[in-house]
């Protein structure tokens, strides 16, 4: 009796261990099969491996005889653990900027709101709200999405001030100045802090003048200077 002549067929590429994936092996040549030493039985053997493997199965004919087949391995690679980090405070005001940071050197993408941003330095910076991510790819192609770090990026207020009259006149008179904003001033007097904070102040005294306009969100911004001549 000539003995069986047995064989595996089926897909066995290599996988990642992040993204397990079934595979399906079959046993030719022979009526029964043991897969593995007692792991399955059946001419087909299913397995989801989480960390390479190699498979072998014995296959018995009608009359008793047995053969073992070559062994398959099927290689399970390990996938990137990627991370973000800020180096900074996730949270300004607009004109700033807050860097960004891969684990890894190399292989990465960064996406902002969920679309590539076609970044792929270990460092991205951002002057703009949205929410971050970078996927990272290694060598063997495997792939692994990082936590998500959300961006808020806050608008400064447009300030301006106008005189209300001539800003040339003589002593004894003054001018009205007025701030684009009716709250969150400071005026200033040749770039000096003063204590006026109202949208409007009365002066009297000839010099530079502006006001830095801040808003409920802690963003400044400086307004034009007038010059007022006594």
Not at 36 to 59: E, K, L, R
Not at 90 to 110: E, H, I, M, P, R
Not at 134 to 159: E, F, Q
Request: glycine share 8%.
């Amino acid at each position: 009796v000539t003995p069986p002549s047995v064989s595996i067929s089926g897909s066995y590429s290599a996988v990642c261990d992040n993204a397990p994936t079934p595979l399906t092996l079959t046993g030719n040549g022979a009526a029964t099969y043991d897969w593995n030493s007692g792991a399955g039985t059946g001419t087909t053997f299913v397995d989801t491996p989480i960390a390479s493997q190699t498979y072998t199965v014995v296959g018995t004919d009608t009359f008793g005889c047995s053969d073992t087949s070559d062994i398959i391995t099927v290689i399970v690679n390990t996938s990137p653990n990627a991370a973000i980090i800020s180096l900074d405070t996730t949270v300004f005001c607009a004109g700033d900027s807050v860097a960004l940071q891969s684990s890894f050197a190399t292989g990465n993408v960064w996406f902002q709101n969920n679309s590539s941003t076609f970044v792929t330095s270990q460092n991205y910076s951002t002057t703009v709200s949205g929410s971050f991510n970078v996927v990272v790819t290694n060598s063997s192609n495997c792939s692994d999405t990082s936590n998500t770090i959300a961006v808020t990026v806050h608008p400064k207020p447009i300030a301006q001030i106008a005189a209300l009259d001539t800003t040339v006149f003589c002593s004894g008179d003054s001018v009205a100045l007025q701030s684009s904003s009716v709250a969150g001033n400071i005026w200033f007097y040749n770039d000096t802090a003063t204590a006026l904070t109202s949208q409007f102040i009365l002066i009297s005294k000839g010099g530079a003048y502006k006001s830095v306009v801040t808003n409920s969100f802690g963003c400044s911004g400086t307004s034009n200077s007038i010059t007022v001549v006594v």
